[in-house]
């Protein structure tokens, strides 16, 4: 009876988890997109028209990363081919300007995805040429990169299909450049309809507590109601919790979009179990802190004592010179003079053993060459710039385990 | 195998055959009855002869011109020799934008009657290049399988304007070309126009390599048939002899049975219609036809009851050809009595130098069957067979009837040239048929004829095993394949097949019509984008349809405001077709000031004024640099667009440049259009040179248009000799005035009332003031009415686009997003923002690096009361604020060194951060 409802509990877990992972992996789109209403409906009508008047458009989708523009338009493809008679009516072209990196790629592209494969190349636009055919709708994801294409010569001819009495197309353009229209050529940029959806969120902290809620909440359709009833009120108590608040409040600082807190929801969310039924603050507050974490910092926490006294030779340096470069050889005076009068506890090295340790540091780019031409210039002697923030090194020497006083006294003591 | 004289590259030597006849007294000008051509150095001679389908030395090799010839004539010294043509179109010669009108994929060998009165029907006879088998396919039939390169075939006629079906009568009747009569008869049925079909697929398979011992025969005999078509006819009749001296007396029976079956009035009746077919001669040759075959089908049923045995197949092959061909082939027929009953031939006809040499060559026949198998080319060994195949038959002329006889001949001629000819023509014989059998009835009784004649030619075979081969013997297999294929075909076609039955087996398998006579090839198709199911909605209110009058795609009824550039170019293009010259023009202006739009117009309306037969035809052609990957494509893509031909961008550039600087007979002025001329422009200049070049020639009948957007570009970009070439004919497009603007929506919209007075004029001013784009202009018109839609649940709206509504579109459009960014970004980016500004003071430069800018960050947190952000997270921030190009960052290898920038003015940030916080 115990183990058969354990197992029950087991499942639940599981479906929960799946549930959620779907909203926070971007693998299910939302019923509706939060916060960008008007958008929709701009999107929504202007690509109806397009499938239904056939009526040519070009349309510009812009917002910074994470904003939810693939999103917006994936919703209103969904919604627009819901439509009936639209359903059959439009054919899709999806671009992407990583991907397609230049014109004869996305020609090839547009060729295979229209079902076009017998022709070559510079066809497709004779073809799009009828106005009787489909409406095509033409995706271009990171629509910036295409304007490097040589000529800009597809954007061109994908505009003036869409400005002249041929097929009807829509031309979607999505990128995070706000500055897209200026890199876009001046007869190219005259084709374009010069709209522009700007997706930029104005939420409030309010509203960024309230969808963390939702995105954490289960839907109605759950089917076990009581752990549903559980789940939820857990939900909500921890979202009234204090310091749950806190953790948002720096990230809602940080960023507002809504991938960096599905990040932060998903590793909290990985802690639930069977045993460990609800989201409980200190999971939230443990995945903020990995989220949150010094990349940097971790790596010194990595590093030999050596290794670790190289990093505070060239602080000194950085701190002496007033962060103009240093070469090996610096340092490793620097490093001696620390042994000759304050080292009590480390040993002496000799200097391949500290050359290998800082070709080590420069391995881990935590120093940077400043030369281009390497070849030329003995190793010892290459300029280098430390890759690092007087923070970061202290806040690595007092988390590093068992690090010698006399190196952290030497860290912490002006001009070495 | 070479095709036509030109390719060898020799002089051709022209000289006028027979006698004159006084064509024109006052003028001085004599007709001819035919023409002898010869290459220099080769005795070959080919004779053309009013009524022969010619080709004449155009601009393409490959293609030389189509035409029927009327009559010759010249002058009294007989240097000029001059010919008068009915021309024939190829596809590739008709104007790139009409070759829709076709509405389906033109046949490889198709042309079309011309029926447009711009070019001259008068040409130099020395530019003929030799002749050609022309044949008529009626409307609703296929064509032939491809295969017999040398037909071309005729469906439709074209008048500048549309495709027409083209009437039969215009292929068979040639009134105006029949010379007067000559009253001494030379040989008259021959000097007729209507010899042409003689000379057809045969002649043309012996034209290029002529057998020297045949041709030194014909060459020695000094009348002037002795020509190479001559030159193969006795060779056919060379084979003929030589099988008949193998008859054997079943052969010689079965031929009997089938001459008596033969005898039917309508036969005769034929008969003396070619023999009378003279000028005289009232009755269209349609009418006489629907006549005759009626008779014959009446006598053949009567016939075919009687008999168990029916008429030759013959005389199926007889009424299925137009008249003309059956007429025209009388007289050959007729010529070939005397060697083989020289007495009967000789009392109805006056022995004519062809029949005595015919007579005189028979005496050698197995030496002729040697040069005249010599004479076909290795590929077309059935030929050999057909031949011998039928010449069995011959010996029908053996008895008296001599009237029968020649009918039987003729069509014993026509099936002969049939088989030569690909067994496609079978095909087309139906189709003839189905066209000129003028009832239902008769179609009945024709495939009641059929049924007959396949009895009777089984029988036949049967006969003749010895000649035929095993597989030709009708079998159930051979005709259950047979229709199987067929059934694909049109509905008339199967029916045939039905009623040909026995017929189509006897044929070989193998010369069954293949059925993918599908004319387009799908190398060059163009696919098209599956078209929609569902038709587009029509615009519902008045909102919907000034949106879809306000679209840039929309054709507008007129072009305002460009009335006086649009004259120039009208001008200048007009002036140019007018006079056959050519000429050189540039067009600048940004963009969406009308550059295009305007020339288009010009072109439509020359195009009208063509139709209506105010100025010559011309052909329009355009090019975008843009829509193309390499500049060099231009050339390919011109001479795709008037020929037809797809070719590589240096031989393009050779035929151009051939075809520009040689003269042609009936060449059209082509209007070039060159859109955006800027991407043309290579290391060397060539293309530019050359598109400049061409319409300086003499004979190219040339314009050429070129737009690009700056002014200078002449200057600035091409070389001294590209740019002289160009010339100084420039005309510059201003960017519209608001008052433009203004008429320009006002004329597009036609009386349809949606938009206030004073939204219009705003929209206007703001373009106007901005960059005088037509296109920005419409492009926020259309905003603005959706706007109107979407705020029009309000219930002071009017349904007008107003102010308001228009004010909402120009923000949208016109706006920066830059300081919403800022506004939206969230508060570490605007902190960071803050301590770039603050770095950037301290440093009192516009650069920074992360590291700079991170301590001031700090700082700047610290004095916020927020909790200080780590160097990943400064990082990440900076990233969003550069992917945005909010901040302008170097390479993110850099990690801390990497330099900062603002895309902005610091105002501006300092404005959008200020507006955040109050």
Known sequence: ?416 | MVRYFTRLRVRRIYKWGGRPYIFDRKLKSYGFEYLNMSVEGQEAVTTVTPGQYILIEGNDDEYPFVAKLLKFFGDESHKQKKALVQWFLRLSEVPQNKKLLLGRSPHPQEIFYYLGRACDNEINAESILGTVHVQHVPEDTPFPEPGTKDTLYVKLSWDTKAFNVLDPVLMQDTPASTPPKPALPLFPPCASPTATPVSRGPVRRALPTPDPTVMRRAGSVSDTRATMSAGKRSTLEAESIHSASKLSASKILSAKRRGSAADTPGVRKKLQLSIGASPGKKMTRADVLCELLDEEMESEKVISLKLSSSVSHSLQHGCSLSPMRSVCKTPNGQRRFPWKLSSISLDRLSPTALGEQDFSRATTPSRRKESAMAIREPALGVLAEEDSEDSPMQPIALTPRSKRKSAQLVSLRIRKQLNLLDNTQELISDGDDDCFVPSKKDLQSSSDEEKTVSEEETRGRNCKTSVRTPHKTPSKKALQSSTDEEKSEEETVVRKTRGRNGKTSARTPCKTPSKKVTPSTPRHATPSIPSRTVPARQPGNILDEARARLHVSSVPESLPCREQEFQDIYNFVESKVMDGTGGCMYISGVPGTGKTATIHEVIRCLQHASDMDEIPTFRFIEINGMKMTDPHQAYVQILQKLTDQKVTADHAAALLEKRFSNPAPKKETTVLLVDELDLLWTRKQNVMYNLFDWPTRRHARLVVLTIANTMDLPERIMINRVASRLGLTRMSFQPYSFKQLQQIITSRLNKVKAFEEDALQLVSRKVAALSGDARRCLDICRRATEICEHSASHPSSTGLVRMSHVMEALDEMFSSSYITAIGCASLQEQLFLRAVIAEFRRLGLEEATFQQVFVQHRALSRVEGLQPISVSEGLAVCQRLGACRLLLLEASRLDMLQRVRLNVSQDDVLYALKAVRD
């Open chain 1, 1 to 416: 009876m115990c183990t058969l409802s354990r197992q029950r509990k087991g499942s639940i877990h599981e479906l929960v988890q799946m549930i959620l992972r779907e909203r926070f992996c971007h693998q299910r789109l939302p019923e509706k997109p939060v916060g960008m209403e008007s958008q929709h409906k701009h999107l929504l009508e202007l690509l109806r028209r397009t499938a239904v008047h056939g009526e040519s458009n070009s349309v510009l989708i812009v917002g910074p990363r994470g904003s939810g523009k693939t999103m917006l338009l994936n919703c209103v493809l969904r919604e627009l081919l819901e439509v009936k008679d639209v359903n059959k009516n439009v054919l899709p072209v999806h671009l992407n300007g990583l991907l397609q990196t230049d014109d004869r790629i996305a020609l090839k592209e547009i060729t295979r995805q229209l079902n076009l494969e017998n022709v070559v190349g510079d066809k497709v636009f004779v073809s799009v040429k009828e106005s009787s055919s489909r409406p095509v709708l033409f995706i271009l994801d990171e629509f910036d990169l295409f304007a490097h294409h040589k000529n800009q010569t597809l954007l061109y001819n994908l505009l003036d299909v869409s400005q002249s009495a041929q097929a009807p197309v829509a031309v979607i353009g999505l990128t995070c450049r706000l500055d897209v229209l200026e890199l876009l050529e001046k007869r190219v940029k005259s084709r374009f309809s010069h709209r522009q959806i700007h997706l930029l969120s104005s939420l409030s902290f309010i509203q960024y507590l309230d969808n963390v809620r939702s995105q954490l909440s289960l839907p109605q359709d759950f089917p076990d109601t009581k752990f549903y009833d559980e789940w939820n009120d857990s939900i909500k108590t921890l979202c009234e919790d204090q310091s749950v608040v806190d953790v948002l409040q720096r990230h809602y600082n940080s960023s507002k979009d809504f991938r960096s807190l599905h990040l932060l929801l998903m590793l909290a969310l990985s802690r639930v179990s069977a045993s460990k039924p609800a989201i409980k603050p200190t999971d939230l507050l443990e995945a903020s802190r990995v989220c949150m974490v010094d990349s940097k910092a971790n790596i010194l926490h990595g590093l030999s004592i050596l290794e670790l006294c190289l990093i505070i030779a060239m602080k000194h340096l950085n701190d002496i010179y007033e962060g103009e470069p240093f070469n090996f050889q610096m340092v490793h005076n620097e490093f001696k003079k620390f042994l000759q009068r304050k080292s009590h506890s480390i040993h002496n090295f000799d200097k391949p053993v500290v050359m290998k340790a800082f070709e080590h540091l420069q391995q881990l780019e935590l120093i940077k060459s400043m030369d281009s031409s390497t070849a030329k210039i003995q190793k010892e002697y290459q300029l280098m710039k430390l890759l690092l923030d007087h923070s970061q090194i202290m806040e690595a020497l007092q988390k590093y385990p068992q690090c010698p006083t006399d190196v952290k006294q030497w860290a912490m003591s002006a001009f070495g």
